[in-house]
């Protein structure tokens, strides 16, 4: 009987450590560079992505209110960007967490599978989950040494 016990205790703590969920504070990890690793489909086929041209950069604020946008990094550690930006407002609700984007033309929202200090996973209403490492500046030209 204590044996039994004991089986499901350790079966409900492993349920619960493999089923955490985000939190606010978790949404500040969002902030940052973002390269995209793979394009999961729903039929669970994957897409490699190796080689990108553009990250995307998350702005977001304590409120949960900010914006995304691509960037193209360049090879002495600045980016090129435009004017382009997508406005993001995080949303939690019945035990999920949305980024709900707009723009002047569109409205949509992805669901926050997963982020920490090094993963990105979303997922579109397709039920496609992109997920993204976390990046940083490329400088290639200067041996990370600063121009004077």
């Known amino acids: 009987m204590i044996k039994r ?6 079966f409900l703590v492993v349920l619960m450590s493999c089923s955490q969920s985000i939190q606010k504070a978790d949404i500040q990890k969002l902030n940052g560079y973002w390269e995209i690793e793979k394009v999961v489909f729903d039929g669970g086929e994957d897409k490699e992505y190796t080689i990108n ?3 995307d950069y998350f702005r977001i604020d304590t409120a949960g209110v900010g914006i995304r946008k691509k960037v193209m990094p360049q090879l002495d550690g600045t980016f090129l960007t435009n004017d382009t930006f997508e406005n993001v ?28 200090d090094t993963k990105l996973v979303l997922k579109n209403k397709e039920d496609k989950e992109y997920h993204y490492k976390k990046t940083d500046k490329i400088d290639l030209v200067h041996d ?3 121009n004077k």
């Open 5 to 10: 016990v004991l089986i499901l205790l350790v």
């Open 53 to 55: 041209e553009t990250f």
């Open 89 to 116: 407002k995080v949303r939690f609700k019945d035990g999920k967490v949305y980024l709900d984007y707009s723009t002047f033309y569109a409205k949509w929202s992805e669901e926050l599978v997963q982020v920490n």
């Open 144 to 146: 990370g040494k600063k």
